[in-house]
């Protein structure tokens, strides 16, 4: 039986092949590794007219390639047989009517590396990040009374609300995620831990706005990535933004097109599209691109700042420019002043629509 790719490779010349795997890296790279490997893919892929993006994080790799079927055929032949990864897995592979990625020969980003400087960020840490061995056991014994007194205990030795939600309840979401994907607890428990951190984090005390940003009543639809079921950092967003005196509404979409029709509707001064917080989604990357762009053609004659969110971006696995976004937040704490500066910018380019 002939693969997709080689029925493609029969049809006519001017077909687009879009084929995306993941594999497991069979040594920890460098970050100077990273940078020879797509320097090398990107003199490779513009000979042969394709073009894509490469993930790697925490010992994994995640690919898009595109271009003609047979490019992309004699392409995957030597990506396949390459002793560097193992554990290939291909997850889509098919014909596309147009390129997500047409204007990179290799898009390239990264999360965790052997680098001195990450080795002794990681060192030094954070009080409060110590803290979260503690808080993953109590979030995994269910016991809100200890998260609550936990909470309670850090508010009244004066730590504020975004120092909480920085360096202790969303790196607590990140290594829940981390514990699903060890397979030490399971999807259940992944769930309901990230409801008892949302409720945590309803409990803290937010840092006071400034007036001037408070006057401005700036409106944000905050919306979960279509198909999402993790919405800790679309909810923890509503707290913030309420408290800084934006006008917020709130949808969880279940496609591309539920989220446009709001978006036209309500024709909010920003939306953030939000990604699991706990779990990586490298595979969400081009589907989120996809939403970035349907979103801004939801009311093209109303200016619409974009953000997204989630553990993709906050491990810098990906960035705005990836998915088209305006901002990617790699934490919720602050997005409400980046987004008011942002539409304040963008209507000073553009002038009032």
């Not at 080795?119 to 200890?146: C, F, M, Q, W, Y």
Request: aromatic share 6%; glycine share 6%.
């Amino acid at each position: 039986m002939s693969t997709q790719l080689e029925d493609a490779a029969i049809g006519p010349s001017d077909w687009t092949s879009s084929l995306t795997y993941q594999s497991r890296a069979t040594f920890r790279p460098t970050a100077a590794d990273l940078r020879e490997l797509a320097w090398k893919a990107r003199s490779r892929n513009h000979a042969l007219g394709v073009t894509g993006m490469l993930l790697y994080d925490r010992g994994r790799f995640f690919q898009t390639l595109e271009g003609p079927p047979e490019s992309l055929k004699s392409l995957w032949d030597s990506i396949s047989k390459d002793q560097r990864h193992t554990d290939i897995e291909i997850l889509s592979e098919h014909i596309i009517p147009a390129r997500l990625f047409g204007a990179w020969d290799l898009l390239s980003c990264h999360g965790d590396v052997a680098d001195d400087s990450d080795v002794r960020r990681a060192k030094a840490g954070h009080e409060l990040t110590r803290l979260v061995p503690s808080l993953i056991d109590l979030v995994l014994n269910g016991d809100d009374i200890g998260i609550n007194k936990t909470i309670a205990s850090l508010a009244d030795q004066g730590w504020d609300g975004d120092t909480i939600l920085t360096h202790l309840i969303e790196p607590t979401a990140r290594a829940l995620g981390d514990a699903w994907m060890s397979d030490d607890c399971s999807e259940f428990d992944l769930t309901i831990g990230l409801s008892m951190l949302q409720l945590a984090g309803h409990a803290v005390r937010n840092s006071p706005t400034p007036a001037a940003l408070r006057q401005s009543r700036y409106s944000i639809l905050l919306a979960s990535a279509p198909g999402e079921p993790h919405t800790l950092g679309t909810s923890l967003l509503a707290d913030l933004f309420t408290d800084a005196g934006w006008h917020v509404d709130m949808a969880f979409p279940d496609s591309n097109q539920a989220l446009a029709n709001q978006l036209a509707k309500q024709q909010p001064d920003a939306v953030d599209i939000g990604l699991s917080e706990a779990v990586p989604r490298e595979h969400t990357l081009a589907k989120l691109r996809e939403t970035v762009e349907r979103s801004r053609f939801a009311a093209p004659d109303h200016l619409t700042v974009v953000s997204v969110g989630g553990r993709l971006f906050a491990d810098a696995a990906a960035t705005a420019e990836n998915v088209g976004a305006d901002h990617a937040r790699k934490t919720v704490v602050g997005t409400s002043i980046k987004l008011a500066e942002l539409i304040k910018l963008k209507r000073q380019e553009h002038g009032p629509r």
